[in-house]
């Protein structure tokens, strides 16, 4: 009888060989998870984003100390009234089907954005109106001062505003869009796109890159191989076997657990690339019981405790730290506000909260997902806990798109609903209120969860307003308080992880808190 890890490995084999020849200079990827959507407006999916950044350019885009730098943007001003920016676009911008990029899809493609994103729909609220000036200039006119405009702009976590041509940016936001034309510098090939296969890029001959260095998410994306394949090998132990015996070049995230066999291998190297890393956070659907009543939302904070959960999920102490900042530990946000005694593993007090609330001893319905690394092991992990608080759980395992699916039910967990689910952000999504999507609390208009509180929305617009750093962190402060006490969420800490490559033959991979190929070099 054949063995299942050596199934796997002949599975492995007949998928490297399979397809059109490779190019010379081709790069072959695993991934943190298998890419089904490819929609990167609709959803906030990590490897939907990382997808964008392949074939999409952005406007502005941030640089490797978190500064917001021009991108398509050559030019840029502010009226002295601070109500009108103009942008002028740098020249050579092309789509990938030889058009020019233009104002008008710049303004489309922002619409369309700000409709599905939080940040992007806080920064509309403050828009009186844009204006194509010319075929390369626009404006983006202001009902009051709004000092995020362009930290907007360059947002770099999920749903990024990433210009697309304006036929397809006015796509119906509630769709996917079914064109995947962008201008960025690899080329999406769809005829050889194979969910659970391959996904494959191409370099984009016409691409044009800024001059200056790359430098995190920012400069001159210059592709430097011809061709990057993403292959689909959800089996890591799998992955990294490939990876040591030379078939692959690239594991974006290989688990903690096999870190030993990479490190024995003098050709393998294990880098962070990722230097802030990434948070932890159980989410609750609110609008459903028990998460619905505060008292018990409460009771799971208690019960949570950061450093066990992150023993048990990461393990090796050098890429983990307990952090009671919403707006992650080592950001100029950083606060611990409200966080006293929370997710430190008090379960007598989780116990008593949840009498005192009448919770009847209903299961909890959490969605487990079973194939991204980093993930697996924290649901048991979170599971475990919630029990030891006095929950009873029921873990429902589901690959990560079907969860993606699934969390934009309202329903009862009977009729197909949810209760709560363990994941994780990056950092630079979760930095500061507008971008960290599991704070919104506009009910409806909210991210899966659906809280529902005015005072964090008027701290969030408060935020917004806020002229100076020091106005914000004292804001943010207030606001992270407030947070916690209605229970948006619980933050479970950061992490970083290590990508591996062949380092005998890949060279200059850009140290980016999202993993990118231009400036890649392959021997």
Not at 233 to 243: C, E, R, S, W
Request: charged share 25%.
């Amino acid at each position: 009888m054949i063995s299942r890890a050596a199934a796997l490995a002949g599975a492995c084999a007949a998928l490297l060989l399979a397809g059109p020849a490779h190019a010379q200079k081709t790069v072959r990827a695993v991934m943190h998870s298998d890419l089904k959507v490819l929609d990167p407006i609709w959803t906030t999916a990590n490897i939907v984003r990382n997808h964008g950044y392949m074939v999409w350019d952005t406007l502005f885009a941030m640089d490797d100390k978190l500064v917001a730098q021009p991108q398509m943007v050559d030019k840029w001003e502010l009226s002295a009234d601070r109500l009108t920016y103009s942008f002028t676009l740098r020249d050579g911008l092309k789509w990938h089907d030889g058009k020019p990029v233009t104002s008008e899809d710049c303004i489309a493609s922002l619409s369309r954005w700000g409709v599905r994103d939080s940040t992007g729909s806080k920064l509309l609220s403050f828009v009186a109106g844009f204006e194509a000036t010319a075929e390369k200039s626009f404006r983006i006119v202001l009902k009051e001062p709004y000092g995020l405009v362009i930290d907007s702009l360059a947002k770099p976590g999920g749903s990024t505003p990433l210009m697309m041509p304006k036929r397809i940016a006015e796509t119906d936001p509630a769709k996917q869009i079914d064109e995947f034309i962008g201008s960025g510098p690899f080329i999406f090939k769809k005829d050889e796109w194979k969910p659970g296969d391959r996904t494959v890029y191409v370099r984009n001959p016409d691409y044009v890159p800024r001059a200056e260095p790359a430098s995190g998410l920012a400069g001159g994306k210059v592709a430097k191989v011809d061709r990057v394949e993403w292959l689909a090998i959800p089996d890591h132990q799998t992955a990294v076997n490939a990876l040591l015996a030379g078939e692959i070049d690239y594991i974006e995230a290989p688990p903690h657990d096999l870190k030993a066999l990479l490190l024995a291998d003098k050709n393998i190297r294990l880098e962070v690339l990722n230097k802030i890393g990434a948070q932890y956070v159980f989410r609750w659907n609110t609008v459903v019981p028990p998460f619905n009543n505060e008292k018990i939302r409460r009771a799971a904070m208690y019960a949570f405790d950061q450093k066990s959960f992150l023993e048990g999920v990461i393990g090796d102490d050098r890429y983990y730290r307990t952090c009671d900042a919403m707006f992650v530990c080592g950001t100029p946000l950083e606060n611990s506000a409200g966080m006293d005694g929370l997710a430190r593993g008090n379960f007598a007090k989780s116990k008593e909260l949840l009498k005192e609330a009448g919770y009847d001893g209903t299961p909890l319905v959490m969605l487990h997902t079973t194939d991204i690394a980093v993930l697996t092991n924290a649901g048991p992990i979170a599971k475990d806990l919630l029990e030891k608080g006095g929950f009873k759980v029921e873990m429902v395992p589901l690959d990560f798109q079907a969860i993606v699916s699934r969390r934009l039910r309202k329903t009862l967990p009977a009729d197909g609903g949810w209760n709560g689910f363990m994941t994780s952000w990056l950092s630079v999504d979760m930095m500061n209120p507008l971008t960290n999507s599991m704070l919104t609390a506009s009910c409806d208009k909210a991210n899966f969860g659906w809280p529902c509180d005015a005072e964090v929305e008027r701290l969030r617009d408060a935020y917004a307003r806020a002229p100076d750093l020091p106005a914000r962190q004292k804001i943010t402060a207030e606001l992270q308080a407030r947070a916690v006490q209605y229970g948006t969420h619980i933050h479970l800490g950061q992490y970083t992880l290590p990508t591996a490559t062949r380092s005998d033959r890949i060279s200059n991979v850009v140290v980016s808190p999202i993993p990118v190929f231009w400036g890649m070099e392959k021997k």
